[in-house]
């Protein structure tokens, strides 16, 4: 192994479309730096000169949105613009659910509405901690009434290579691979 010094490792991320209120107005921010807290919990981190943070903070609501591969432009787009001086909104077609103030993407077919529960303070960054109170999602994307990721066919980023990422293949069972092994190492007396 060769050390290579303290780079962040753990991409690849879905690429979120961030959705709040901000003077009165939907705002979307492109955001990789995501994380799963607790099942119904998520953290985003956000630099705090971005436009959105002042809407999350007033509202305590955003919403995360996860475009699928055919959104790749108009992600990319809303991660190069800022809302300070551009309408992001207005090539999306917008809707709200039962937080008023977490505007979400009718073309993104997932969408999670989230009420902000905390926020880490760190130099550069607000982390904000929502709960997620609904997810809306395109029917087309259920398989047996649950979210199936290859149907979503999410967009994924990794900072390496600034690249945006596909899905790739299913390959196997979660809880379930590793009891070949389990077996294998009971035969030894191994347990
Ligand atoms: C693929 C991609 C991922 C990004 N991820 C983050 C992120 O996780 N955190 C962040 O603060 N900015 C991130 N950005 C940058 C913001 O999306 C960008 O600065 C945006 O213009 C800020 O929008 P706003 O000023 O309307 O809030 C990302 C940009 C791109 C293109």
């Given at each position: 192994?060769?050390?290579?010094?303290?780079?962040?490792?753990?991409?690849?991320?879905?690429?979120?479309?961030?959705?709040?209120?901000?003077?009165?107005?939907?705002?979307?921010?492109?955001?990789?730096?995501?994380?799963?807290?607790?099942?119904?919990?998520?953290?985003?981190?956000?630099?705090?000169?971005?436009?959105?943070?002042?809407?999350?903070?007033?509202?305590?609501?955003?919403?995360?949105c996860l475009?699928s591969?055919?959104?790749?432009?108009?992600?990319?787009?809303?991660?190069?613009?800022?809302?300070?001086?551009?309408?992001?909104?207005?090539?999306?077609?917008?809707?709200?659910?039962?937080?008023?103030?977490?505007?979400?993407?009718r073309?993104c077919p997932v969408c999670m509405?989230?009420?902000?529960?905390?926020?880490?303070?760190?130099?550069?960054?607000?982390?904000?901690?929502?709960?997620?109170?609904q997810t809306h999602v395109h029917p087309d994307v259920l398989k047996e009434g649950k979210i199936d990721i290859a149907r979503v066919n999410p967009?994924?980023?990794?900072?390496?290579?600034?690249?945006?990422?596909?899905l790739?293949?299913r390959?196997?069972?979660?809880?379930?691979?590793?009891?070949?092994?389990?077996?294998?190492?009971?035969?030894?007396?191994?347990?």
């Amino acid at each position: 192994m060769q050390p290579i010094g303290p780079i962040n490792a753990l991409y690849p991320t879905p690429t979120t479309l961030v959705g709040a209120v901000v003077n009165g107005k939907p705002n979307f921010i492109t955001i990789a730096h995501i994380g799963i807290m607790t099942l119904n919990h998520i953290s985003l981190g956000i630099h705090k000169s971005h436009y959105t943070n002042a809407g999350i903070k007033e509202n305590e609501a955003f919403s995360v949105c996860l475009p699928s591969e055919a959104l790749m432009v108009q992600t990319d787009y809303c991660g190069i613009m800022t809302g300070k001086k551009t309408d992001k909104a207005a090539i999306f077609d917008v809707f709200y659910g039962e937080l008023e103030t977490a505007p979400m993407i009718r073309e993104c077919p997932v969408c999670m509405e989230c009420r902000l529960e905390r926020i880490v303070d760190f130099a550069e960054h607000d982390v904000f901690v929502g709960e997620v109170v609904q997810t809306h999602v395109h029917p087309d994307v259920l398989k047996e009434g649950k979210i199936d990721i290859a149907r979503v066919n999410p967009l994924l980023f990794d900072m390496a290579s600034k690249h945006y990422w596909a899905l790739g293949e299913r390959l196997g069972q979660c809880w379930g691979e590793g009891k070949k092994l389990k077996r294998k190492t009971e035969l030894r007396g191994n347990n």
